[in-house]
């Protein structure tokens, strides 16, 4: 009888492991390298766009660079430009970076791809899978002395769609634009963003989960950890931990091979250094509030769904292919385009981007209005970057892809993320 419990058990898994993503009647490419002229794209305006970089580069805004385009499914322009770290290793195509809140949009896929298996609704309260979040409370006043609050009952609970979009609430610790949240949580011993420490991201969660809120859900926009608690739900929906998920679910099919929380010791040496300006020179960035060395070392445990990736320029690009194909990339179907389209349309009505964006359920959406200011592409267009100075788009309206990452802290005067976007957008020849 037992045997016959661990046999079923283990086809039950099998059933499941297989179920997350389908073969598509769509079988659009991988990406591979090709001539600009190919997709549409002048070379010689791709080429300024490497001049643009080494110029950055020699007036010492940026160490070094990798950038990435690719059209129509062809990767026309990838290329790296200055150092690795402040020993003068050369930056490499193949350089892993921390992708930080690029990782967000990553965990927004993962938890979509568990509703279209019917896990869950999106105005589900979150109370309903985490107990813990229960009866949110709302900060009212607060004591800079012993950092003692008072707080009221929210207008209602948090949901699944509160928790993507940014409106749950929640803070963001450490990095917090309220001076009292930074000491809530501190006090309370949340890990914010990234650790080598020996702690799991449902420990946080459930800390994160006593805290006070900045307003009532649904009210307005504040940047938080909203995507961490969303990476524990997906512990609790799939079974499995949110590093396994991620890799069996989405890296792997999709090839995205030099994507994780944590780098192996064989890619410890393409991991480029954070490096900030120090009188006029630039120099490897210490350890602050997190270790710096995090993706490399450590205890390896912390799966932080709101910045805890690091990945390559072509991985990434690939990630953003799928979404660019409605969901599908070489035959395997992650997304349905039906799915696509509500994740890109507008979540929070005007609660994010002047009218210039509006906010989905994973990336900041490009507007008419938007457009009209010029440089930042057609209407559509989805963004988002990350704390250590990388930056992406992506174009549904002309099949463009931009992604150029540096690891820099502190400000240097850099401008190479818009004028990137500019150049690229400004290289369509067809």
């Known amino acids: 009888?037992?045997?016959?419990?661990?046999?079923?058990?283990?086809?039950?898994?099998?059933?499941?492991?297989?179920?997350?993503?389908?073969?598509?009647?769509?079988?659009?490419?991988?990406?591979?390298?090709?001539?600009?002229?190919?997709?549409?794209?002048?070379?010689?305006?791709?080429d300024k766009i490497g001049k643009m970089l080494q110029e950055a580069i020699a007036e010492g805004t940026v160490?070094?660079?990798?950038?990435?385009?690719?059209?129509?499914?062809?990767?026309v322009f990838h290329e790296a430009y200055g150092k690795a770290d402040a020993s003068g290793k050369d930056l490499e195509k193949d350089a892993v970076f921390r992708i930080a809140s690029q990782t967000k949009a990553i965990t927004s896929t993962a938890v979509m791809m568990l509703w279209e298996e019917g896990k869950f609704q999106l105005d589900d309260p979150i109370s309903k899978f985490i107990p813990e979040f229960k009866n949110p409370q709302v900060l009212v006043n607060f004591s800079y002395t012993d950092t003692s609050f008072t707080a009221r009952p929210a207008a209602r609970e948090i949901t699944?769609?509160?928790?993507?979009?940014?409106?749950?609430?929640?803070?963001?610790g450490v990095i917090d634009g309220d001076e009292r949240m930074k000491m809530i949580y501190?006090?309370?011993?949340?890990?914010?963003?990234?650790?080598?420490?020996?702690?799991?991201?449902?420990e946080v969660v459930k800390k994160l989960a006593k805290l006070p809120l900045h307003h009532d859900p649904g009210e307005k926009y504040t940047y938080s950890m909203g995507l961490d608690v969303l990476g524990y739900l997906i512990e609790i929906l799939s079974g499995m931990t949110f590093e396994t998920f991620l890799q069996e679910k989405l890296f792997g099919p999709l090839g995205m091979n030099d994507t994780g929380f944590y780098q192996p010791e064989s890619k410890k040496e393409r991991l480029v250094a954070i490096q900030h300006r120090i009188d006029g020179k630039w120099e490897n960035y210490p350890n602050t509030f997190y270790d710096v060395d995090y993706p490399v070392t450590g205890a390896r445990k912390f799966f932080s769904g709101g910045a805890g990736l690091s990945s390559t320029a072509k991985d990434y690009a690939t990630f953003l292919q799928m979404y660019l194909n409605g969901g599908e990339l070489n035959g395997v179907r992650i997304l349905s385009r039906t799915t696509v389209a509500t994740m890109m349309a507008n979540q929070t009505g005007n609660l994010y981007g002047g009218g210039d964006q509006h906010y989905g359920l994973a990336f900041g959406v490009l507007t008419e209005q938007g457009q009209a200011k010029g440089g930042l592409g057609s209407p559509g267009t989805f963004i988002w970057g990350g704390y250590f100075n990388t930056?992406?788009?992506?174009?549904?309206?002309?099949?463009l892809i931009g992604i150029i990452m540096k690891q820099t802290r502190g400000g240097s005067g850099d401008q190479t993320a818009w004028k990137f976007k500019q150049m690229a957008e400004a290289a369509v020849d067809d």
């Open 63 to 75: 160490p070094g660079a990798v950038a990435l385009v690719s059209r129509n499914g062809k990767i």
């Open 160 to 172: 699944i769609r509160h928790l993507l979009t940014h409106t749950s609430g929640l803070g963001y």
């Open 1 to 46: 009888m037992r045997k016959f419990v661990f046999t079923s058990l283990c086809f039950l898994l099998v059933i499941y492991h297989s179920s997350a993503q389908t073969k598509s009647v769509q079988k659009s490419p991988p990406l591979n390298s090709a001539s600009a002229s190919s997709a549409g794209m002048s070379q010689e305006r791709l």
């Open 391 to 399: 930056q992406y788009f992506a174009d549904p309206e002309e099949n």
């Open 186 to 202: 501190e006090k309370a011993g949340t890990t914010d963003l990234f650790t080598t420490e020996d702690v799991t991201i449902e």
